[in-house]
């Protein structure tokens, strides 16, 4: 069981807007940073979303992420087919010795 | 361009060893810790060990502590994962990454199966 709760799909048609949470505490997301990963089907994870809300060079800005208390979300904005793929959160713990923690994934499906 | 190629995963029974390697290229390999992901088949991320630049701190996840070693050589820009007594639950794709808490570039991952 994550430490870190992001619900295990969501779903949205070309265009649409699509947000995904990630829940956590005060030890994780409460007290550091978040960040996404994206891994499309069949393929290794890429950083999406670091510190937060900042994006990597070359993520488009369709791809936005915030944080709240101890909760952090992505935002997706103008859906694309290519969209589709594993979401995952993740965060540095305190409360666990050098760990960095995930969530659980979230399935992202384009209808 | 940075990569990161990971090698040395394979098919081991149970209570068998493997060592994983990474090697690094178009980074300062030195100047970056370096992380080990792991994800099981058709399951999500699980952050497995870290290593600083230098080699003086390093950290593992609960369930791999006492089996698993993380090391490091920089002249060569290899990291390294030493497993022993591997379980069944060990079963995944392991892949290397730079960074500690934020894991920039990633590998393609190298498949790792425990099982008689």
């Known amino acids: 069981q994550s430490v870190l709760t992001q619900p295990p799909s969501a779903s949205g048609t070309p265009g649409q807007r699509v947000n995904i949470s990630c829940s956590g505490s005060?030890?994780?997301?409460?007290?550091?940073?978040a960040n996404w990963y994206q891994q499309l089907p069949g393929t290794a994870p890429k950083l999406l979303i670091h510190?937060?809300?900042q994006r990597p060079s070359g993520v488009p800005d369709r791809f936005s992420g915030s944080k709240s208390g101890t909760s952090a979300s992505l935002a997706i904005s103008g859906l694309q087919s290519e969209d589709e793929a594993d979401y995952y959160c993740?965060?540095?713990?305190?409360?666990?010795?050098?760990?960095?923690?995930f969530g659980g994934g979230t399935k992202l499906t384009v209808l | 361009e940075v990569q990161l190629v990971e090698s040395g995963g394979g098919l081991v029974q149970p209570g068998g060893s493997l060592r994983l390697s990474c090697a690094a290229s178009?980074?300062?390999?030195?100047?970056?810790?370096m992380s080990w992901v792991r994800q099981a088949p058709g399951k999500g991320l699980e952050w497995v060990a870290n290593?600083?630049?230098?080699?003086?701190?390093?950290y593992y996840v609960d369930s791999v502590k006492g089996r698993f070693t993380i090391s490091r050589d920089n002249a060569k820009n290899l990291l390294y994962l030493q497993m022993n007594g591997l379980r069944a639950e060990d079963t995944a794709v392991y892949y290397c990454?730079?960074?500690?808490?934020?894991?920039?570039?990633w590998g393609q991952g190298t498949l790792v199966t425990v099982s008689s």
């Open positions: 990454a730079t960074g500690q808490t934020t894991m920039v570039k």
């Open positions: 178009g980074i300062s390999f030195g100047n970056f810790w």
């Open positions: 290593i600083k630049q230098d080699g003086s701190e390093k």
């Open positions: 005060r030890s994780n997301i409460g007290r550091n940073t």
């Open positions: 510190n937060n809300n």
């Open positions: 993740a965060a540095w713990d305190d409360s666990l010795d050098g760990s960095v923690i």
